[in-house]
């Protein structure tokens, strides 16, 4: 996920997100602060013998606690829903396919697996293991940091983790011809394709009954292009399931960032691989921001550590989601022309310029 191609608090933030000029709600408003270990009940992992999350923990997302007054309209609707839920004594509604015991979870980085993790084994699934296999993310000094903080997040709850390769020349050998596709493109369908039928390959030769990806949890995703892979890959093996569910709701979406906020995971800034950081930075220098930064205490925009679940889930709201695409899309048009991809860029300078000029503030794209 790169949810934080762009930290709205930091520079301008659009109204409609969150009013700046109030206090940002601490977590104390919010939050339990309970560590997500808390939630579960402890019963041994068939695969490495520790305690791990089970069905019969209660899922408490928010437990419920008062958003402060002026929190966004989606949070206190999900906020109404998850009281609701816990009212009538439910721990989750995802429910895995028939006759699915055993889950391998395909993980991306923490903050996508944080929420799911916690929904999938309040489910009636017996065991969720989590799988890091993402040779696409550049480079690797990104890809350490987020598997280091994805293995000790597997850790501190008790999950399994199985660290596979990172196996990043066959990624770029796949990805050829493809190099300046638009994200949710052709790329992004061979890239999920790829780590999808490696996920399906060990589930198969390991014994699960159905594969998830966490990459299914974030709104930057396509969630049908990303649902298409893994259907494709489990079709690859007779008896496999894929574990399709709505993980995008603003329930899973609070929680997600309930949990990254109480970890204090590491904010990403672009999807993960070197195209899109090209991307990414490209559209930040068109638009004066700084560039991305690759690990550090200091992110090149806004905090780099999540900190606010409310500020946090704002970012990844489904205007800004839009907005990113239908302005990415047009400078991925330009495709391998370097000279209309500068003359696009410089649409989006002037633009900027322009709104400074006439005072009008449509929300400035942090990318
Ligand atoms: S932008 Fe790159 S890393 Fe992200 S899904 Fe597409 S190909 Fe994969």
Known sequence: MHLFRRTLSSIRLPTRFWKSAHPRPTLTLLLSHRSP???????????????????????SYSEGGQLPSDAPSWAVAASERIREKMAKGLGTTAVPPEGVKRVLLHSCCAPCSGAM????CASKV??????????????????DIRKEENKRYCEKIGVTFIDCDYDSDNWYERMK????DPERGRRCTECFDMRMERTALYAVENGFDAIATTNATSRWKDEKQVNGSGFRAAARYEGLKYWAYDWQTD????RKYEISANERFYKQEYCGCSYSLRDSNDWRKANGIPKIQIGGESAGLGERYFTD???DAAEESQD??????????????AGRDVKERKKRLSVYKDRRKNEAHDGINNGLNNW
């Open 37 to 59: 270990r808390h939630y579960f009940s402890s019963k041994a992992c068939t695969g490495c013998n520790k305690a791990m999350p089970t069905q019969s923990s209660k899922l």
């Open 117 to 120: 993790v916690e929904e999938m």
């Open 126 to 143: 017996d065991e969720v293991v989590v799988f890091f296999y993402n040779p696409n993310i550049h480079p690797k000094k990104e890809y």
């Open 177 to 180: 011809g493809m190099e300046f």
């Open 251 to 254: 329930e899973m979406t609070l």
């Open 309 to 311: 679940p409310l500020v």
């Open 320 to 333: 800004v989601v839009d907005e990113f695409f239908a302005q990415a899309n047009e400078i991925a048009e």
